[in-house]
């Protein structure tokens, strides 16, 4: 894996006060943990540039002046407003001890579901965090979509490794080829649809029609009503 270097002062204080001071002065509080003592530093703001603005893993080489660390960032927090780094925590790294690490996945090929069928392809996870020995930590982790069809998952458990383990169950997907609302629309329903809408013209015809005959009853015995009353007049 690749590393990049941070360089950075020791500081001795550690209150609030010189807290506040250091963050004033563009630089960031820092904290080492792992090794023999826990080592607190000031480092330069802009130095986080390639580390924490890329998607990429990076181990991480402290040049504190008198001594050199390899290390991993384990945390650091941002403030919530302005965005500025308030807080780093490194973890610092032996041969012989295994370190967890979140990992980038990368997506290599083209998954015949999209091209052929009009599927969507979507990544459900874009880092996996991985436990390995500092040596066998990998750049990234590398995922096949060549053979992706509609509807198939690509799952964690296509990325074991005897180098690294995943830290997460072997039924993860990593990614799939979901099929598209468009390729949903099938004929049958449109058919459906309008089958649903001559039934409805159907109905209202014969409504129609039912109300004509009752008008027509309606007025055929308005019609004889008249006549009968003229006849009884009569008499």
């Known amino acids: 894996m690749k590393s990049i270097e941070i360089k950075g002062l020791i500081r001795e204080a550690t209150g609030k006060t010189s807290t506040n001071s250091v963050r004033k002065d563009g630089n960031v509080p820092c904290v080492l943990y792992g090794g023999n003592e826990i080592l607190h530093f000031t480092a330069s703001e802009i130095g986080f540039k390639d580390l924490v603005y890329t998607a990429a893993a990076h181990t991480v080489v402290l040049d504190l002046g008198n001594k050199k660390k390899n290390a991993i ?4 927090q941002f403030h919530p407003v302005s965005d500025k780094i308030l807080h780093a925590d490194f973890y610092e790294l032996h041969d012989d001890k295994p370190v967890t690490m979140d990992i980038p996945v990368e997506l290599s090929g083209s998954a015949p579901g999209v091209l052929n069928s009009g599927g969507i392809l979507t990544r459900n996870k874009r880092k996996l965090r991985v436990k390995a020995l500092p040596g066998n930590l990998p750049d990234s982790l590398n995922v096949d979509i060549s053979e992706l069809e509609l509807g198939d998952k690509f799952y964690t458990s296509e990325l074991k490794s005897d180098d690294y383990e995943l830290l997460h169950p072997d039924n993860t997907v990593v990614c799939q080829v979901r099929t598209s609302r468009a390729s949903m629309a099938l004929p049958e329903d449109e058919e459906g649809i309008e089958g649903e809408e001559g039934v409805e013209g ?24 008249p006549k009968e009353e003229s006849q009884d007049s009569k008499e």
Do not use: F, N, P
């Open 73 to 76: 960032l384990q945390d650091i």
């Open 202 to 225: 159907a109905e209202g015809a014969e409504g129609a029609e039912g109300s004509e005959g009752k008008a027509t009853e309606s007025a055929d015995a308005k019609s004889e009503a």
